[in-house]
């Protein structure tokens, strides 16, 4: 894939869609936030849930899939870099924060200096995505719906990236728990997190006739795959 890359190179290993590259949010936090979501504790305290569930659904993504995989908002690679340094699908990470896919270079390189030839780090914007309609055979998107408002609009532009027979993979954080509302409540009001949700709520974006959806929930983690079976979702 690398040699048809369209995208301008921004640092070693990592191209931009952007016109203005600095600034995203998450660059500001981007080595604690790493740190903290990288934890036993943070995870199994405020969700209910492991990193061992969360590498395991992605697992089916990257590991199980054939073609081409789109994954948007894939951050530092906290739960997925060793899935991504083992698999053969050509696959295009993306994120607004420079400084996180700096962090998911640093996992995929592993001192050797290189990436994967199938593995690209791409800057760009989840609403703005720079890919046709159609374009892959597994779109990804792991912790990134309850960051947005404008949830429905974050999953359809995601899944309109996807080809009709395509699989999807997404998990979410939601305020099903007492204690993940009272988190996630807590950080709404600096910003960190869209409206909060619950599971219902979070599978209705889903409730769409162009897709098939089986989902499970660990602790406040809801877990949604599924495949589009017409063109427009
Ligand atoms: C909560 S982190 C999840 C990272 C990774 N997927 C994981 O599971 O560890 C959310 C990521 O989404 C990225 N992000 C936020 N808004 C975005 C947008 N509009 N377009 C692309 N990425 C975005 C952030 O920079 C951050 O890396």
Redesign the pocket.
């Known amino acids: 894939m690398s040699h048809t890359n369209p995208f301008r190179e921004i640092t070693r290993g990592i191209c931009t869609c952007l016109e203005q590259p600095s600034g995203?949010?998450?660059d500001f936090k981007a080595g604690y936030?790493e740190r903290l979501?990288s934890t036993r504790w943070f995870n199994r305290f405020f969700w209910d849930a492991s990193r061992q569930d969360?590498q395991e659904f992605a697992s089916r993504a990257i590991l199980r899939t054939a073609g081409t995989v789109l994954?948007?908002?894939?951050?530092?690679?906290?739960?997925?870099a060793q899935l991504y340094r083992s698999t053969n699908n050509d696959c295009i990470l993306?994120?607004?924060?420079l400084e996180?896919l700096k962090i998911a270079r640093a996992r995929l390189w592993a001192g050797s200096g290189l990436l994967p030839a199938n593995i690209q780090l791409l800057q760009?914007?989840?609403?703005r995505l720079p890919f046709p309609d159609n374009t892959f055979d597994t779109v990804c998107?792991?912790?990134?719906i309850h960051?947005?408002d404008n949830k429905q609009e974050f999953v359809d532009k995601v899944l309109s990236v996807l080809k009709p027979g395509g699989r999807f993979y997404f998990y979410s954080m939601t305020g099903e728990t007492k204690i993940s509302r009272a988190f996630m409540s807590s950080l709404r009001k600096v910003r960190e997190f869209g409206n909060v949700y619950s599971i219902a709520q979070t599978l209705a974006l889903f409730n769409q006739p162009a897709l098939e959806v089986q989902s499970h929930v660990i602790g406040s983690v809801v877990f949604i795959a599924g495949r589009k079976i017409k063109q427009s979702v």
């Open positions: 995203a949010s998450y936030y979501v969360y994954d948007v908002g894939c951050g530092g690679l906290a739960q997925t993306l994120d607004r924060s996180m760009g914007d989840a609403f998107s792991f912790g990134t960051l947005f």
